[in-house]
Nanobody, 124 residues
């Protein structure tokens, strides 16, 4: 089955940027809808961004609109989450998830395949 691997997390100062990557070395990802989710301690998992498999439509949480951009490069079998103007409230474990369409955007329960998660910490 699909095995997703995230990379690119770390510690950044407020206002900084990070780019997360989600890849799968064993299977093509181009037939899957891909979502980025995050979960902070004591809070429920939140949908951050989603991109369609064949279509190029995207969905974003209101809290990240204008700051985050999801994209995919099928030649590299990679989905990216560019995060700009990061805020302390963005601190969370970020997960990449995949599911065969159709899915409801930004709803974690609609996605079956999940990466292990990576920490993003925004602090001075």
């Amino acid at each position: 089955q699909l095995r997703l691997v995230e990379s690119g997390g770390g510690l950044v100062q407020p206002g900084g940027s990070l780019r997360l990557s989600c890849t799968d070395t064993g299977f093509p990802m181009d037939s899957y809808d891909i979502g980025w989710f995050r979960q902070a301690p004591g809070k429920k998992r939140e949908g951050v961004a989603c991109i369609g498999s064949r279509r190029t439509s995207t969905d974003y949480a209101d809290s990240v609109k204008g700051r985050f951009t999801i994209s995919r490069d099928n030649a590299k079998n990679t989905v990216y989450l560019q995060m700009n103007n990061l805020k302390p409230d963005d601190t969370a474990v970020y997960y990449c998830a995949a599911e065969v369409p159709p899915v409801r955007p930004l709803r974690a329960t609609d996605f079956r395949f999940w990466g292990q998660g990576i920490q993003v910490t925004v602090a001075s």
